[in-house]
């Protein structure tokens, strides 16, 4: 009986990445709302210190209600993080606490003026 495993992204496959198709939150200004659709869910997010991360999010299971977190970066789910941005086709990692959550990979990002 053979198993196959999905390999995980190669660096090679990293650096050649098209990193225009997101967006990086130290070149977001405090305060910036973004409309993130994942595979499976959608989710609010207003940048409160894009040097840092800081966020409010709300969307998905795990966010009923707006809630302080800290956006990580985006992965493929392994070991390479693009640390502080969201990426079309790439999954975002945040982090509440001592908990991390992985999203389903990423399907669009929209700037909106103001979140409801």
């Known amino acids: 009986m053979e198993t196959l495993v999905a390999a995980g992204p190669s660096l090679d496959t990293w650096s050649e990445y098209d990193w225009t198709n997101g967006v990086q939150f130290e070149d977001l200004p405090d305060f910036a709302c973004l409309m993130i659709r994942t595979q499976f869910s959608v989710y609010q997010i207003v940048a409160l210190n894009g040097r840092t991360g800081e966020i409010i999010v709300r969307g998905g299971a795990h966010f009923p209600a707006f809630t302080r977190a800290r956006l990580e970066g ?29 999203t389903s990979r990423v399907q669009s990002i929209t700037h909106v003026n103001a979140l409801m």
């Open 74 to 102: 985006s992965s493929t789910g392994g070991n390479l993080l693009k640390r502080l941005g969201i990426y079309v086709g790439l999954r975002m990692e945040l982090r509440t606490g001592d908990q991390r959550l992985l």
